[in-house]
């Protein structure tokens, strides 16, 4: 079995494959005083959980955007799952040609997300990926990384307005009953989920405006789902497309 794993600054998302079938898949929260034996052991428990024994992994890859995990859970992967996970790097074969100004400045799962897209669904594509932050990528045509913007993702946004506004409650982001918020948890929640469905609509009119009316539009991100439901922009949704993105990067590697 192959071990996908994508480390981000919030959650990691962790995914098998039988071959090119899907298996479990799981989300967790990212702990940077976690110790690789700790990670180990979720792991392994995971695994058995889901009635898979750690030494049917014989492959993993890695997308990281936490440079000081990464060692911690390529440790844990060593000694846990006997393998070396593929840590996805700018300079390997990705099959997507990256026309950034800086290459190296792009996070390795923006690259992963066009990877799969490229190969999924091909371009021109708007990437809008979910997480700490909420991405834009571009993906041409002919299946190039062109670049993308970065704002605050809505979890982000929810916690400054709660850490700065004394009289502010944390929220769940689920869809109020109008728009017009009747109590300040329905007013917040109205400000979050449609606030940010606007903005999502806001950005790929403008990507589309230079990627042309051929743009598909793929949403990823655990949030994915819950803001293409308000939104007819978002053409795909698919939550585990990082995850997708590694398995066909360590296919090209490990092909060679």
């Keep these: 079995m192959f071990l996908a794993i994508d480390l981000g600054n ?3 998302t962790l995914g098998l494959y039988d071959g090119n079938r899907p298996g479990p898949r799981w989300r967790i929260a990212t ?63 990705t099959g997507v040609r990256v026309r950034f100004e800086e290459p190296r400045q792009v996070g390795a799962d923006r690259i992963v997300d066009a990877a ?37 993702g809505i979890g982000i946004a929810a916690e400054a307005l709660f850490q700065s506004a004394a009289k502010l409650p944390k929220v769940d982001l689920r869809r109020p009953p109008s728009a017009i918020g009747r109590n300040t ?33 793929v949403g990823t991100g655990w949030q994915a789902e819950i803001i293409a439901r308000e939104t007819r922009v978002i053409g795909i949704v698919a939550p585990w497309l990082t995850l997708d993105g590694l398995k066909i990067i360590h296919d090209l590697n490990s092909s060679r």
């Design 116 to 152: 799969a897209v490229q190969k999924m669904y091909g371009g021109p594509a708007c990437i809008v990926d979910f997480g700490t932050a909420t991405t834009f990528d571009a993906v041409s045509a002919e299946g190039e990384y062109l670049g993308g913007a970065i704002a605050p």
């Design 185 to 217: 948890v329905h007013s917040i929640q109205s400000g979050l989920l449609f606030g940010y469905v606007g903005l999502v609509e806001g950005m790929v009119a403008r990507f589309g405006a230079e990627l042309g009316p051929e743009m598909k539009v």
């Design 10 to 12: 919030t959650h990691i």
């Design 31 to 93: 702990d940077r005083t976690r110790m690789p034996d700790e990670y180990g052991l979720l792991l392994v428990h995971l695994f058995q959980h889901a009635g898979v024994a750690p030494g049917d992994v014989r492959a993993i890859a890695m997308a990281s955007v936490v440079p000081p995990l990464t060692a911690t859970l390529v440790q844990a992967c060593e000694t846990y799952l006997g393998q070396a996970p593929l840590v996805v790097d700018i300079g390997m074969k």
